[in-house]
Nanobody
Framework: QLQASGGGLVQAGGSLRLSCAAS????????MGWFRQAPGEEREFVAR????????DYADSVKSRFAIVRDNAKNLIYLQMNSLKPEDTAVYYC?????????????????WGQGTQVTVSS
């Protein structure tokens, strides 16, 4: 029901925009988030946005470089990633939950999408 896309290979300093498309149901009343998981690492929080789209929050490691936005009319969320670094290399996942605060502190969320690979070369 959630499908992430837009990943790829990019050089350090470059940009990518990830998309997360919802199907089968509407997620307009859900908070949405992005997570990532690098090889051998645990899945970590990247960004979240509330259902209205007027509150966002970021991990310190991506703050000022990444931006999460949502388009409820299209049932889409985006993660604009700028000034990418090799340490941003990971599989990126989108997720949805009814509770905004839960997205930052838990991976036991209502819905998860399949991931998309982001590789940043130095």
């Amino acid at each position: 029901q959630l499908q992430a896309s837009g990943g790829g290979l990019v050089q350090a300093g470059g940009s990518l925009r990830l998309s997360c498309a919802a199907s089968g149901r509407t997620f307009t009343s859900y908070a949405m988030g992005w997570f990532r998981q690098a090889p051998g690492e645990e899945r970590e929080f990247v960004a979240r946005i509330n259902w209205r789209g007027d509150s966002t929050d970021y991990a310190d490691s991506v703050k000022s470089r990444f931006a999460i936005v949502r388009d409820n009319a299209k049932n889409l969320i985006y993660l604009q990633m700028n000034s990418l670094k090799p340490e941003d290399t990971a599989v990126y996942y989108c997720a949805a939950d009814r509770i905004y605060s839960r997205i930052r502190v838990s991976t036991a969320l209502d819905y998860w999408g399949q991931g998309t690979q982001v590789t940043v070369s130095s």
